[in-house]
């Protein structure tokens, strides 16, 4: 791999934060708000989805504007958009699923990649491009916590990130497994939060989020 982004730091500091807000920005104009309200909540990161043509300026100005913020780029289906995504200043890629070309492409960048995965063929994927965190999408619809624990019995390195379907109410039964290394989750800053621009209410709930990992780890 050529010199980039350390994935170990970057896993270390996904790790340490618990929860990864995923969020979809329509306009990037709210960029600073979502960035602001997160930072005010205690969550410092996000992951930016490509689902919407604002992804790319809102990447660029949230890493600006917050550059203690930890800000990754989601939903990335194409090694343009690693392009895109890296030159604005995301910090590690996520992907719905596993595109060979896209992991070789991040990790020839060096740029940390963690990749949607459902079954044993997928994670094995994994393996033999040198990964051991992987995202486990879409985590409720696939079978939930159950189907994590029964993956992670023959890969003994692989550690996970849940998303889809996590919510304040069922993310603390995922973190408190040793091998889920974080949650990615939308419900901390819905787009319908950010539309309305109701920022308060997104710092309030990056707050609750916070805590929830603490109690879900202390136990």
């Not at 895109?84 to 020839?108: D, E, H, L, M």
């Not at 849940?162 to 497994?177: D, H, M, R, V």
């Not at 950010?194 to 136990?219: D, Q, Y």
Request: overall charge neutral.
């Amino acid at each position: 791999m050529s010199g980039g982004i350390n994935m170990n730091a970057v896993l270390k500091q996904l790790q340490d934060l618990g929860v990864v807000p995923v969020v979809v920005l329509d306009d990037a104009k709210d960029a600073e708000a979502l960035g602001e309200a997160l930072c005010e909540g205690g969550l410092f990161c996000a992951e930016v989805t490509f689902r919407t043509a604002a992804a790319e300026e809102s990447i660029r100005i949230m890493t600006k504007k917050f550059p203690e913020m930890l800000i990754g780029a989601g939903t990335v289906l194409t090694t343009e958009q690693v392009d895109r995504a890296t030159a604005a200043g995301a910090k590690f890629i996520v992907s719905p699923g596993f595109n060979p070309k896209v992991v070789a492409y991040c990790q020839k960048k060096g740029i940390p990649v963690t990749p949607g995965i459902q079954t044993p063929s997928e994670i094995e994927q994994a393996l033999e491009f040198g990964l051991e965190a992987v995202k486990f999408f879409p985590a409720e619809a696939a079978g939930g916590l159950a189907m994590i624990k029964a993956l992670a019995g023959p890969y003994v390195n692989v550690k996970f990130m849940p998303t889809g379907g996590i919510s304040l109410g069922n993310a603390p039964e995922y973190l408190s497994y040793n091998r889920v290394f974080a949650v990615g989750g939308s419900w901390i800053a819905k787009k319908e939060l950010i539309n309305a621009g109701k920022f308060a209410e997104i710092a309030a709930l990056a707050k609750e989020a916070v805590a929830m990992v603490s109690a879900a780890r202390a136990k």
